[in-house]
């Protein structure tokens, strides 16, 4: 249970930074479609972010995954922390969600989805980071 943990927590890190790039990619896509006068249907701006959002939902099953993978390891003598790191990873991609939907009705609140997802990226690294540290320590792959 310990490896599919460190697996799928890593996955999910390496979901949340691909996420990022596809935020970027929406952003100069709707440059890039703009015309010359500096204008931009909003039409052409979604279309530059529906990967964006479709693999958002698809982290917030995966960090629903890695929650249900971290309390079936607690009973398994899983590593301490993890329900409770888990559990910040949802609730955090949860507010993510929210926010990105105050965003639409206000730029200035689509603020806190962009620093909110600073945090998501760093506890979901954090955690795939120290659980490939304790594998090394108890065995694994030497560091």
Do not use: C
Request: charged residues 10%.
């Amino acid at each position: 249970m310990n490896g599919a943990f460190r697996i799928w927590a890593s996955l999910l890190s390496l979901a949340i930074i691909v996420q990022v790039g596809l935020a970027s990619y929406g952003a100069f896509h709707a440059v890039d479609e703009s015309d010359d006068k500096g204008t931009i249907g909003k039409n052409a701006v979604s279309d530059g972010f529906s990967a964006h959002a479709a693999l958002g939902y698809i982290i917030l099953l995966a960090a629903l995954i890695l929650l249900v993978l971290a309390l079936i390891g607690r009973r398994s003598g899983g590593r301490p922390g993890r329900v409770k790191a888990s559990g910040g990873i949802l609730g955090l991609i949860v507010l993510q969600i929210l926010f990105a939907a105050a965003g639409g009705a206000s730029a200035w609140l689509g603020v806190l989805h962009g620093m909110n997802a600073l945090a998501v990226a760093g506890v979901a690294g954090s955690l795939a980071g120290r659980e490939w540290a304790a594998h090394r320590g108890a065995g694994g792959v030497p560091a």
